[in-house]
């Protein structure tokens, strides 16, 4: 327990590095995520449109879980050597698949019937798309994003071991720390991922249209770890 | 240390080795010496790496499967499970094998008490799941025919419910191999060793062949579970339930 206590003590009397380094953690995520959308949403969303690609679709998810995230920054650090590059490119495959999957499972998904409605209607398939499937498929395709987010928050701790500047500079860096340094980082990191999992939450409670919310909040609970 | 040793400062030639020119010059991947040094330095570390995630797995199932049965039978248990286990989850795996240090120490049970509770949300969800999802019809029939609750569960429920649970436990695994390598950071083994061996000298075949090695083996047990997961499940094969 001492350590814990030391180690809290350690990050109040570093609250400079601390914030330094936090800033720096979440510059790195934000930029991984922000490749991943650009490249994920898009393709996942017109495939759903679609409704073509289901196998690359789903196997990105698999595929994707299956990449282990040291082993891709150890590949990077082989063959794009240290530094942002490297640990971008990492990030960014790392982040690719679950909101690939959700994006393709949450429009794919959408109530055929609602779309054929709206089609009877006299709407255009991009206004099908923006007004009927995007806003019904939104609380699912929000759920890849979130998962991706925590996911690349986790992985930029580990980056540290490529140049990419984050938290994982203090818990990889014992010599310079300390003890109390590496497990001071280590909470950090932590209250980290719960912060951005809670903000995710609620933000994806207030994008969820309120006719779903209900019916919904069951399997918005958590990582979608079921595949969907 | 192992064989992958490197002198902290010096070029990055490994030891014993006459240095090709690859090595000299740090080229991306040496074959060559990633065939001499196979044995030596990577079939351990993947033997352990193995060994960390069938046992981790294991445990993980045993614990999963019982939690998930009392939470099939008594409905009030799942959601404290869930946030219970989602909690661990989310806890970014480099923190957790530190934050386990000071209680645990840095050791093989470190590694393993991390590595089992990352598998707990995926199996817990993926059983309970698999039991609530058997139809009802079934079940009524089962009763119907005369078998005793406990009969119910494991000639009707389980086997109905094996595709769900076998996703889960494919999942469980390739999640846990990735962890795996990070939990060398506490000295754990596994093909996380070797990548952090290579750190302090920066020899690139080195990185790159524990990389591609892990991916690997996380692709070849991916492989092998969905060959399972058909071969005890030959009547799912028609709706097959991708993960």
């Given at each position: 327990?001492?350590?814990?206590?030391?180690?809290l003590k350690?990050i109040?009397?570093?609250?400079?590095?601390f914030?330094?380094?936090t800033?720096d953690h979440l510059?790195?995520?934000?930029?991984?995520?922000?490749?991943a959308?650009?490249?994920?949403i898009?393709?996942g969303?017109w495939?759903?449109?679609?409704?073509?690609?289901?196998?690359?679709?789903?196997?990105?998810?698999?595929i994707?879980r299956?990449?282990?995230?040291l082993?891709?920054?150890?590949?990077?650090?082989g063959?794009?050597?240290?530094?942002?590059?490297n640990?971008?490119?990492?990030?960014v495959?790392?982040?690719?698949?679950?909101?690939?999957t959700?994006?393709?499972v949450?429009?794919?998904g959408v109530?055929?019937d609602?779309?054929e409605a709206?089609?009877?209607?006299?709407m255009?398939?991009l206004?099908?798309?923006?007004?009927?499937?995007?806003?019904l498929a939104?609380?699912?395709?929000?759920a890849?994003?979130?998962t991706?987010?925590?996911?690349v928050?986790?992985t930029?701790?580990?980056?540290?071991?490529?140049?990419?500047?984050?938290?994982g500079?203090?818990?990889?860096?014992q010599?310079?720390y300390g003890?109390a340094?590496v497990i001071g980082?280590?909470?950090?990191?932590?209250?980290?991922a719960f912060a951005?999992?809670?903000v995710?939450?609620?933000?994806?409670?207030?994008?969820t249209p309120r006719?779903?919310?209900d019916?919904r909040?069951g399997?918005?609970?958590?990582?979608a770890i079921?595949?969907? | 240390?192992n064989?992958?040793?490197?002198?902290?400062?010096?070029?990055?030639?490994?030891?014993?080795?006459?240095?090709s020119?690859?090595?000299?010059?740090?080229?991306?991947?040496c074959?060559?010496?990633?065939?001499?040094n196979?044995?030596?330095v990577?079939?351990p570390?993947i033997?352990?790496h193995i060994?960390?995630?069938?046992i981790a797995?294991?445990?993980?199932?045993?614990i999963a499967?019982v939690?998930a049965l009392?939470?099939?039978r008594y409905?009030?248990?799942?959601t404290?499970?869930?946030?219970f286990?989602?909690?661990?989850y989310t806890i970014p795996?480099?923190a957790?094998?530190?934050?386990?240090v000071?209680?645990?120490g840095?050791?093989?049970t470190?590694?393993?008490?991390?590595?089992?509770?990352?598998?707990?949300?995926?199996l817990?969800?993926?059983i309970?799941t698999?039991?609530r999802?058997?139809?009802?019809?079934?079940k009524?029939a089962?009763r119907g025919m005369?078998?005793?609750?406990?009969q119910?569960?494991?000639?009707?429920?389980l086997?109905?419910a094996?595709?769900?649970?076998?996703?889960g436990i494919?999942?469980a695994?390739v999640?846990?191999?990735s962890?795996?390598?990070v939990?060398?950071?506490?000295?754990?083994g596994?093909?996380?060793?070797?990548?952090f061996n290579?750190l302090?000298?920066?020899?690139?075949?080195?990185?790159?062949?524990s990389g591609v090695?892990a991916?690997?083996?996380?692709?070849?047990?991916?492989?092998?579970?969905?060959?399972?997961?058909?071969?005890?499940?030959?009547w799912?094969?028609?709706?097959?339930?991708t993960a």
């Amino acid at each position: 327990m001492q350590t814990f206590v030391d180690a809290l003590k350690f990050i109040a009397d570093n609250p400079g590095l601390f914030w330094e380094k936090t800033i720096d953690h979440l510059t790195l995520s934000g930029a991984a995520v922000a490749v991943a959308l650009v490249i994920a949403i898009p393709l996942g969303v017109w495939l759903g449109h679609i409704h073509r690609g289901s196998f690359i679709a789903i196997n990105a998810a698999n595929i994707g879980r299956a990449l282990p995230s040291l082993a891709l920054i150890s590949i990077g650090l082989g063959i794009l050597g240290v530094g942002f590059l490297n640990v971008l490119v990492a990030m960014v495959i790392l982040a690719v698949p679950p909101m690939l999957t959700n994006a393709y499972v949450a429009v794919d998904g959408v109530d055929q019937d609602a779309v054929e409605a709206a089609r009877g209607m006299g709407m255009t398939p991009l206004q099908v798309l923006l007004h009927v499937e995007l806003p019904l498929a939104l609380p699912l395709l929000f759920a890849g994003i979130r998962t991706s987010t925590v996911y690349v928050i986790a992985t930029a701790a580990l980056a540290s071991i490529a140049g990419g500047k984050s938290l994982g500079d203090i818990i990889l860096n014992q010599p310079t720390y300390g003890f109390a340094g590496v497990i001071g980082g280590a909470i950090a990191v932590a209250a980290l991922a719960f912060a951005a999992e809670g903000v995710f939450a609620l933000v994806q409670r207030a994008v969820t249209p309120r006719g779903l919310r209900d019916e919904r909040a069951g399997r918005l609970i958590g990582p979608a770890i079921e595949g969907v | 240390m192992n064989g992958g040793d490197l002198s902290a400062q010096g070029p990055v030639i490994p030891k014993f080795q006459e240095g090709s020119e690859c090595i000299r010059e740090n080229g991306q991947f040496c074959w060559g010496w990633f065939q001499s040094n196979f044995d030596s330095v990577f079939v351990p570390r993947i033997v352990e790496h193995i060994e960390l995630t069938v046992i981790a797995v294991g445990i993980g199932l045993v614990i999963a499967l019982v939690a998930a049965l009392f939470a099939y039978r008594y409905g009030w248990f799942d959601t404290p499970f869930t946030i219970f286990s989602g909690f661990l989850y989310t806890i970014p795996s480099l923190a957790l094998f530190q934050l386990l240090v000071p209680i645990t120490g840095l050791s093989w049970t470190s590694a393993e008490i991390a590595l089992v509770s990352y598998t707990l949300l995926i199996l817990f969800r993926n059983i309970l799941t698999g039991l609530r999802d058997v139809p009802d019809e079934v079940k009524e029939a089962a009763r119907g025919m005369g078998l005793t609750s406990g009969q119910m569960l494991t000639r009707v429920e389980l086997p109905l419910a094996m595709p769900a649970i076998m996703a889960g436990i494919r999942i469980a695994t390739v999640t846990t191999i990735s962890l795996t390598t990070v939990a060398a950071f506490i000295g754990a083994g596994g093909l996380g060793q070797p990548i952090f061996n290579a750190l302090q000298g920066g020899f690139k075949t080195q990185f790159v062949a524990s990389g591609v090695l892990a991916v690997l083996l996380a692709l070849v047990a991916d492989g092998a579970l969905v060959i399972l997961q058909r071969v005890l499940t030959p009547w799912a094969r028609a709706r097959v339930r991708t993960a």
